[in-house]
């Protein structure tokens, strides 16, 4: 297996590696800890932050936070800094804002040698307000919203990646051409556990490590794509699972890295191959999360919730299509008969549809097909809550269910075409600005402008081979 090497994790700490700010002192104290990785995520996802030395972080940070330059929530994936934004611009000076930590977020990569990592929650202003614009933010309000009547979100995310050869240096040095870079396997493996096995090395890892983060994985398999495989960790609250989300994508990188290959995320990152998706698994429960609100009742096993839950997230599917398909490549990922859905349809334990229902009883739920593993998990998670918030307030009815090929039917709403159709439907609902609010919206719709005329004005390779000679 050459070049993917098992790497041999730490012990596992007791509740899958979470530790206490007891332990961390501890740690730190004995040496085990010396480092501390200081995170937030950014509006696409990516884990920002500071690695802090473990006595300053126990001796400063721990009490009283830290603080970064707020233009890292206006930024785009190059760093460039973006005008146009209320929220931190040339004028405002790009300030500061406060970074503090959540202890119950608190673990050990087990990964990294002798370091720690822990999420915050952005603050600005004398008043410690929060920053309502930061993914974070975002969900934690749609949770507020949904405890205000008495609701309780389980969700959990599939993240489908690509393994390659290749690292990331020599897929630079490649220019990512998708004919020069080569797959960890050469055919398509879906389920195949032979072709699974060739690189257990990097998969396994992915496992033990995660398991011993807190991140805890139940199964890893092969995709519909060469050297394309899937990652499943436990279900959770909301905001729990999109840390889980975060931190695996991020923790996938750096373990390739470790390794000299690489994965990616990417929604379409080869035109002839299969996209890669985040399925997103929603349940919603009684305030003690004790009893699956969705089950029940005389509609098939269904409960009122269930049915004005799944119509409201249907209802407003083509609104919040930015938050899960939030790159011009992401609507790529939508091809006839791929996997990926086209249409908006509901349908039992059907991969066709958009929205499969799937489970009974205490395990009822609602997957949306539609987010790919470039979502930013945050904003996908909270753009549902705020969705089926709605249907549930609103009594909105689910349509009737589909039966057959959702890619036959013709006269189904469809997934929106491409990033720019998809901004307009946010811009203009009223039930996203009356969840998330004018700034919010206002924010993220110059997020997704900003990120579709990057790419109008790109010049691509595909446009230097058809035109140069011949247009």
Request: glycine share 10%; aromatic share 12%.
């Amino acid at each position: 297996m050459e070049r993917v090497r098992t790497l041999t994790p730490m012990s596992s700490t007791s509740n899958y590696g979470m530790l206490t700010l007891a332990d961390l002192r501890e740690r730190v104290k004995t040496g085990q800890v010396d480092t501390v990785l200081v995170v937030f995520p950014d509006l696409y996802g990516r884990l920002m932050g500071k690695r802090v030395t473990g006595t300053f972080f126990l001796e400063e940070t721990a009490d009283g936070g830290m603080h970064v330059c707020d233009y890292l929530l206006t930024v785009d994936m190059e760093m460039d800094v973006v005008e146009g934004y209320t929220f931190a611009n040339w004028q405002g000076g790009y300030g500061d804002v406060h970074c503090v930590p959540d202890w119950s977020t608190l673990r050990q990569p087990d990964w990294l040698e002798r370091s720690a990592l822990v999420f915050c929650d952005l603050q600005r202003g004398a008043a410690h307000d929060p920053v309502v614009v930061s993914p974070r933010a975002l969900l934690k309000q749609q949770i507020g919203r949904l405890a205000e009547v008495g609701l309780y979100a389980r969700c959990a995310i599939e993240l489908e990646y690509y393994l390659f050869r290749d690292s990331y240096d020599e897929a630079r040095r490649k220019k990512y051409d998708g004919d020069e870079l080569q797959t960890w396997g050469a055919y398509l493996e879906d389920y195949h556990m032979l072709a699974g096995t060739r690189a257990e090395g990097y998969h396994g890892a992915v496992r033990r490590h995660m398991s011993a983060s807190g991140v805890p994985v139940e199964a890893s398999k092969g995709e519909w794509g060469p050297g394309q495989h899937e990652v499943n960790f436990r279900y959770g609250e909301a905001l729990e699972t999109a840390d889980r989300a975060a931190l695996l994508k991020h923790g996938c990188k750096e373990i390739a890295m470790q390794q000299d290959c690489s994965v990616t995320f990417m929604a379409k990152w080869r035109t002839d191959l299969a996209g890669s998706s985040g399925h997103l698994h929603m349940s919603l429960w009684d305030a003690e999360g004790t009893t699956n609100l969705f089950a029940g009742g005389d509609s098939g096993g269904v409960s009122d919730s269930f049915r004005h839950f799944l119509g409201g997230w249907m209802t407003h599917a083509r609104a919040i299509s930015p938050f899960y398909a939030p790159y011009p490549n992401s609507y790529k990922r939508y091809v006839h008969q791929s996997w990926a859905p086209t249409a908006i349809a509901w349908s039992r334990d059907n991969r066709t549809a958009g929205f499969r229902v799937v489970g009974e009883g205490e395990s009822l739920r609602i997957e949306s097909r539609i987010p790919g593993a470039d979502a930013n998990p945050y904003l996908a998670i909270a753009a549902t809550l705020a969705a089926g918030l709605d249907g549930v307030r609103q009594r909105i009815e689910a349509p009737p269910e589909f039966v057959g090929d959702v890619y036959e039917g013709a006269d189904l709403p469809r997934v929106p075409a491409n990033l720019s159709e998809a901004t307009v439907e946010m811009a203009t609902s009223g039930v996203l600005r009356e969840a998330f609010g004018d700034e919010v919206i206002e924010h993220y719709v110059h997020f997704f402008k900003t990120e579709q005329r990057k790419y109008d004005e790109a010049v691509t390779s595909w446009e230097r081979a058809r035109y140069f000679e011949r247009g």
